[in-house]
């Protein structure tokens, strides 16, 4: 019985470690501060030139809006370049709202910032396209004028996931 308190307390301490020396490995070679890889050169499959993928973002929109960098960063950290792949991101469900201006952030979520425009915009500077569902802003009862600038309203989620797959783009949902 004690010797299991001892392993555990052990793994403990070994995973707090390991995640300490992950952080210190992390580059954002495409991203940067976001979406962290390590990079791993003589792994199997990498990375390779062509890929298209559709992001289907339900839920947390910073979680997908991650990944997405994620996936541009494991490009970069394998020697290619962000237009090597082609990211398209779109915006529905509960994550929505990570489409809205500051200014309507604040007035509905009382925060002084959209915390999820800084990654949407370096996202975009690397080449992803971030849309927002037109039919999702509507049942969420916001106004196509909150939208940030820089995020087009599509007419809804669904056509840019279909249309994106039509034209060969691998389908991930994130919910």
């Known amino acids: 019985m004690r010797l299991g308190l001892i392993v555990t307390v052990g793994i403990g301490l070994i995973s707090a470690s390991a995640v300490r020396s992950a952080d210190d490995k992390l580059a954002y070679p495409l991203v940067a501060g976001y ?8 792994a199997a499959e990498q990375p390779r030139k062509g890929a298209k993928v559709v992001f289907d973002v339900t839920a947390d929109a ?3 809006l991650e990944r997405a960098a994620r996936l ?4 970069g950290a394998a020697g290619l370049k962000a237009d090597d792949v082609k990211v398209v991101v779109v915006l529905h469900g509960e994550a929505t709202k ?3 201006t500051d200014a309507a ?3 509905r979520f009382g925060a002084e910032a959209n915390p999820n425009l800084p990654l949407i915009r370096a996202l975009k500077k690397a080449g992803v396209e ?3 569902c037109g039919q999702a802003l509507g ?8 939208v940030a600038g820089d ?3 599509a007419v809804a989620a669904l056509t840019v996931v279909v249309n994106r797959q039509g034209d060969g783009y691998a389908y991930v949902p994130v919910p």
């Open 35 to 42: 979406g962290g890889v390590i990079p791993l050169p003589k």
């Open 62 to 64: 910073n979680k997908g």
């Open 72 to 75: 541009l960063n494991l490009y």
């Open 98 to 100: 990570a489409a809205l």
């Open 105 to 107: 952030y604040k007035t």
């Open 130 to 132: 971030v849309f927002v």
């Open 139 to 146: 049942y969420k009862g916001f106004k196509e004028s909150e």
């Open 151 to 153: 995020v087009p309203v």
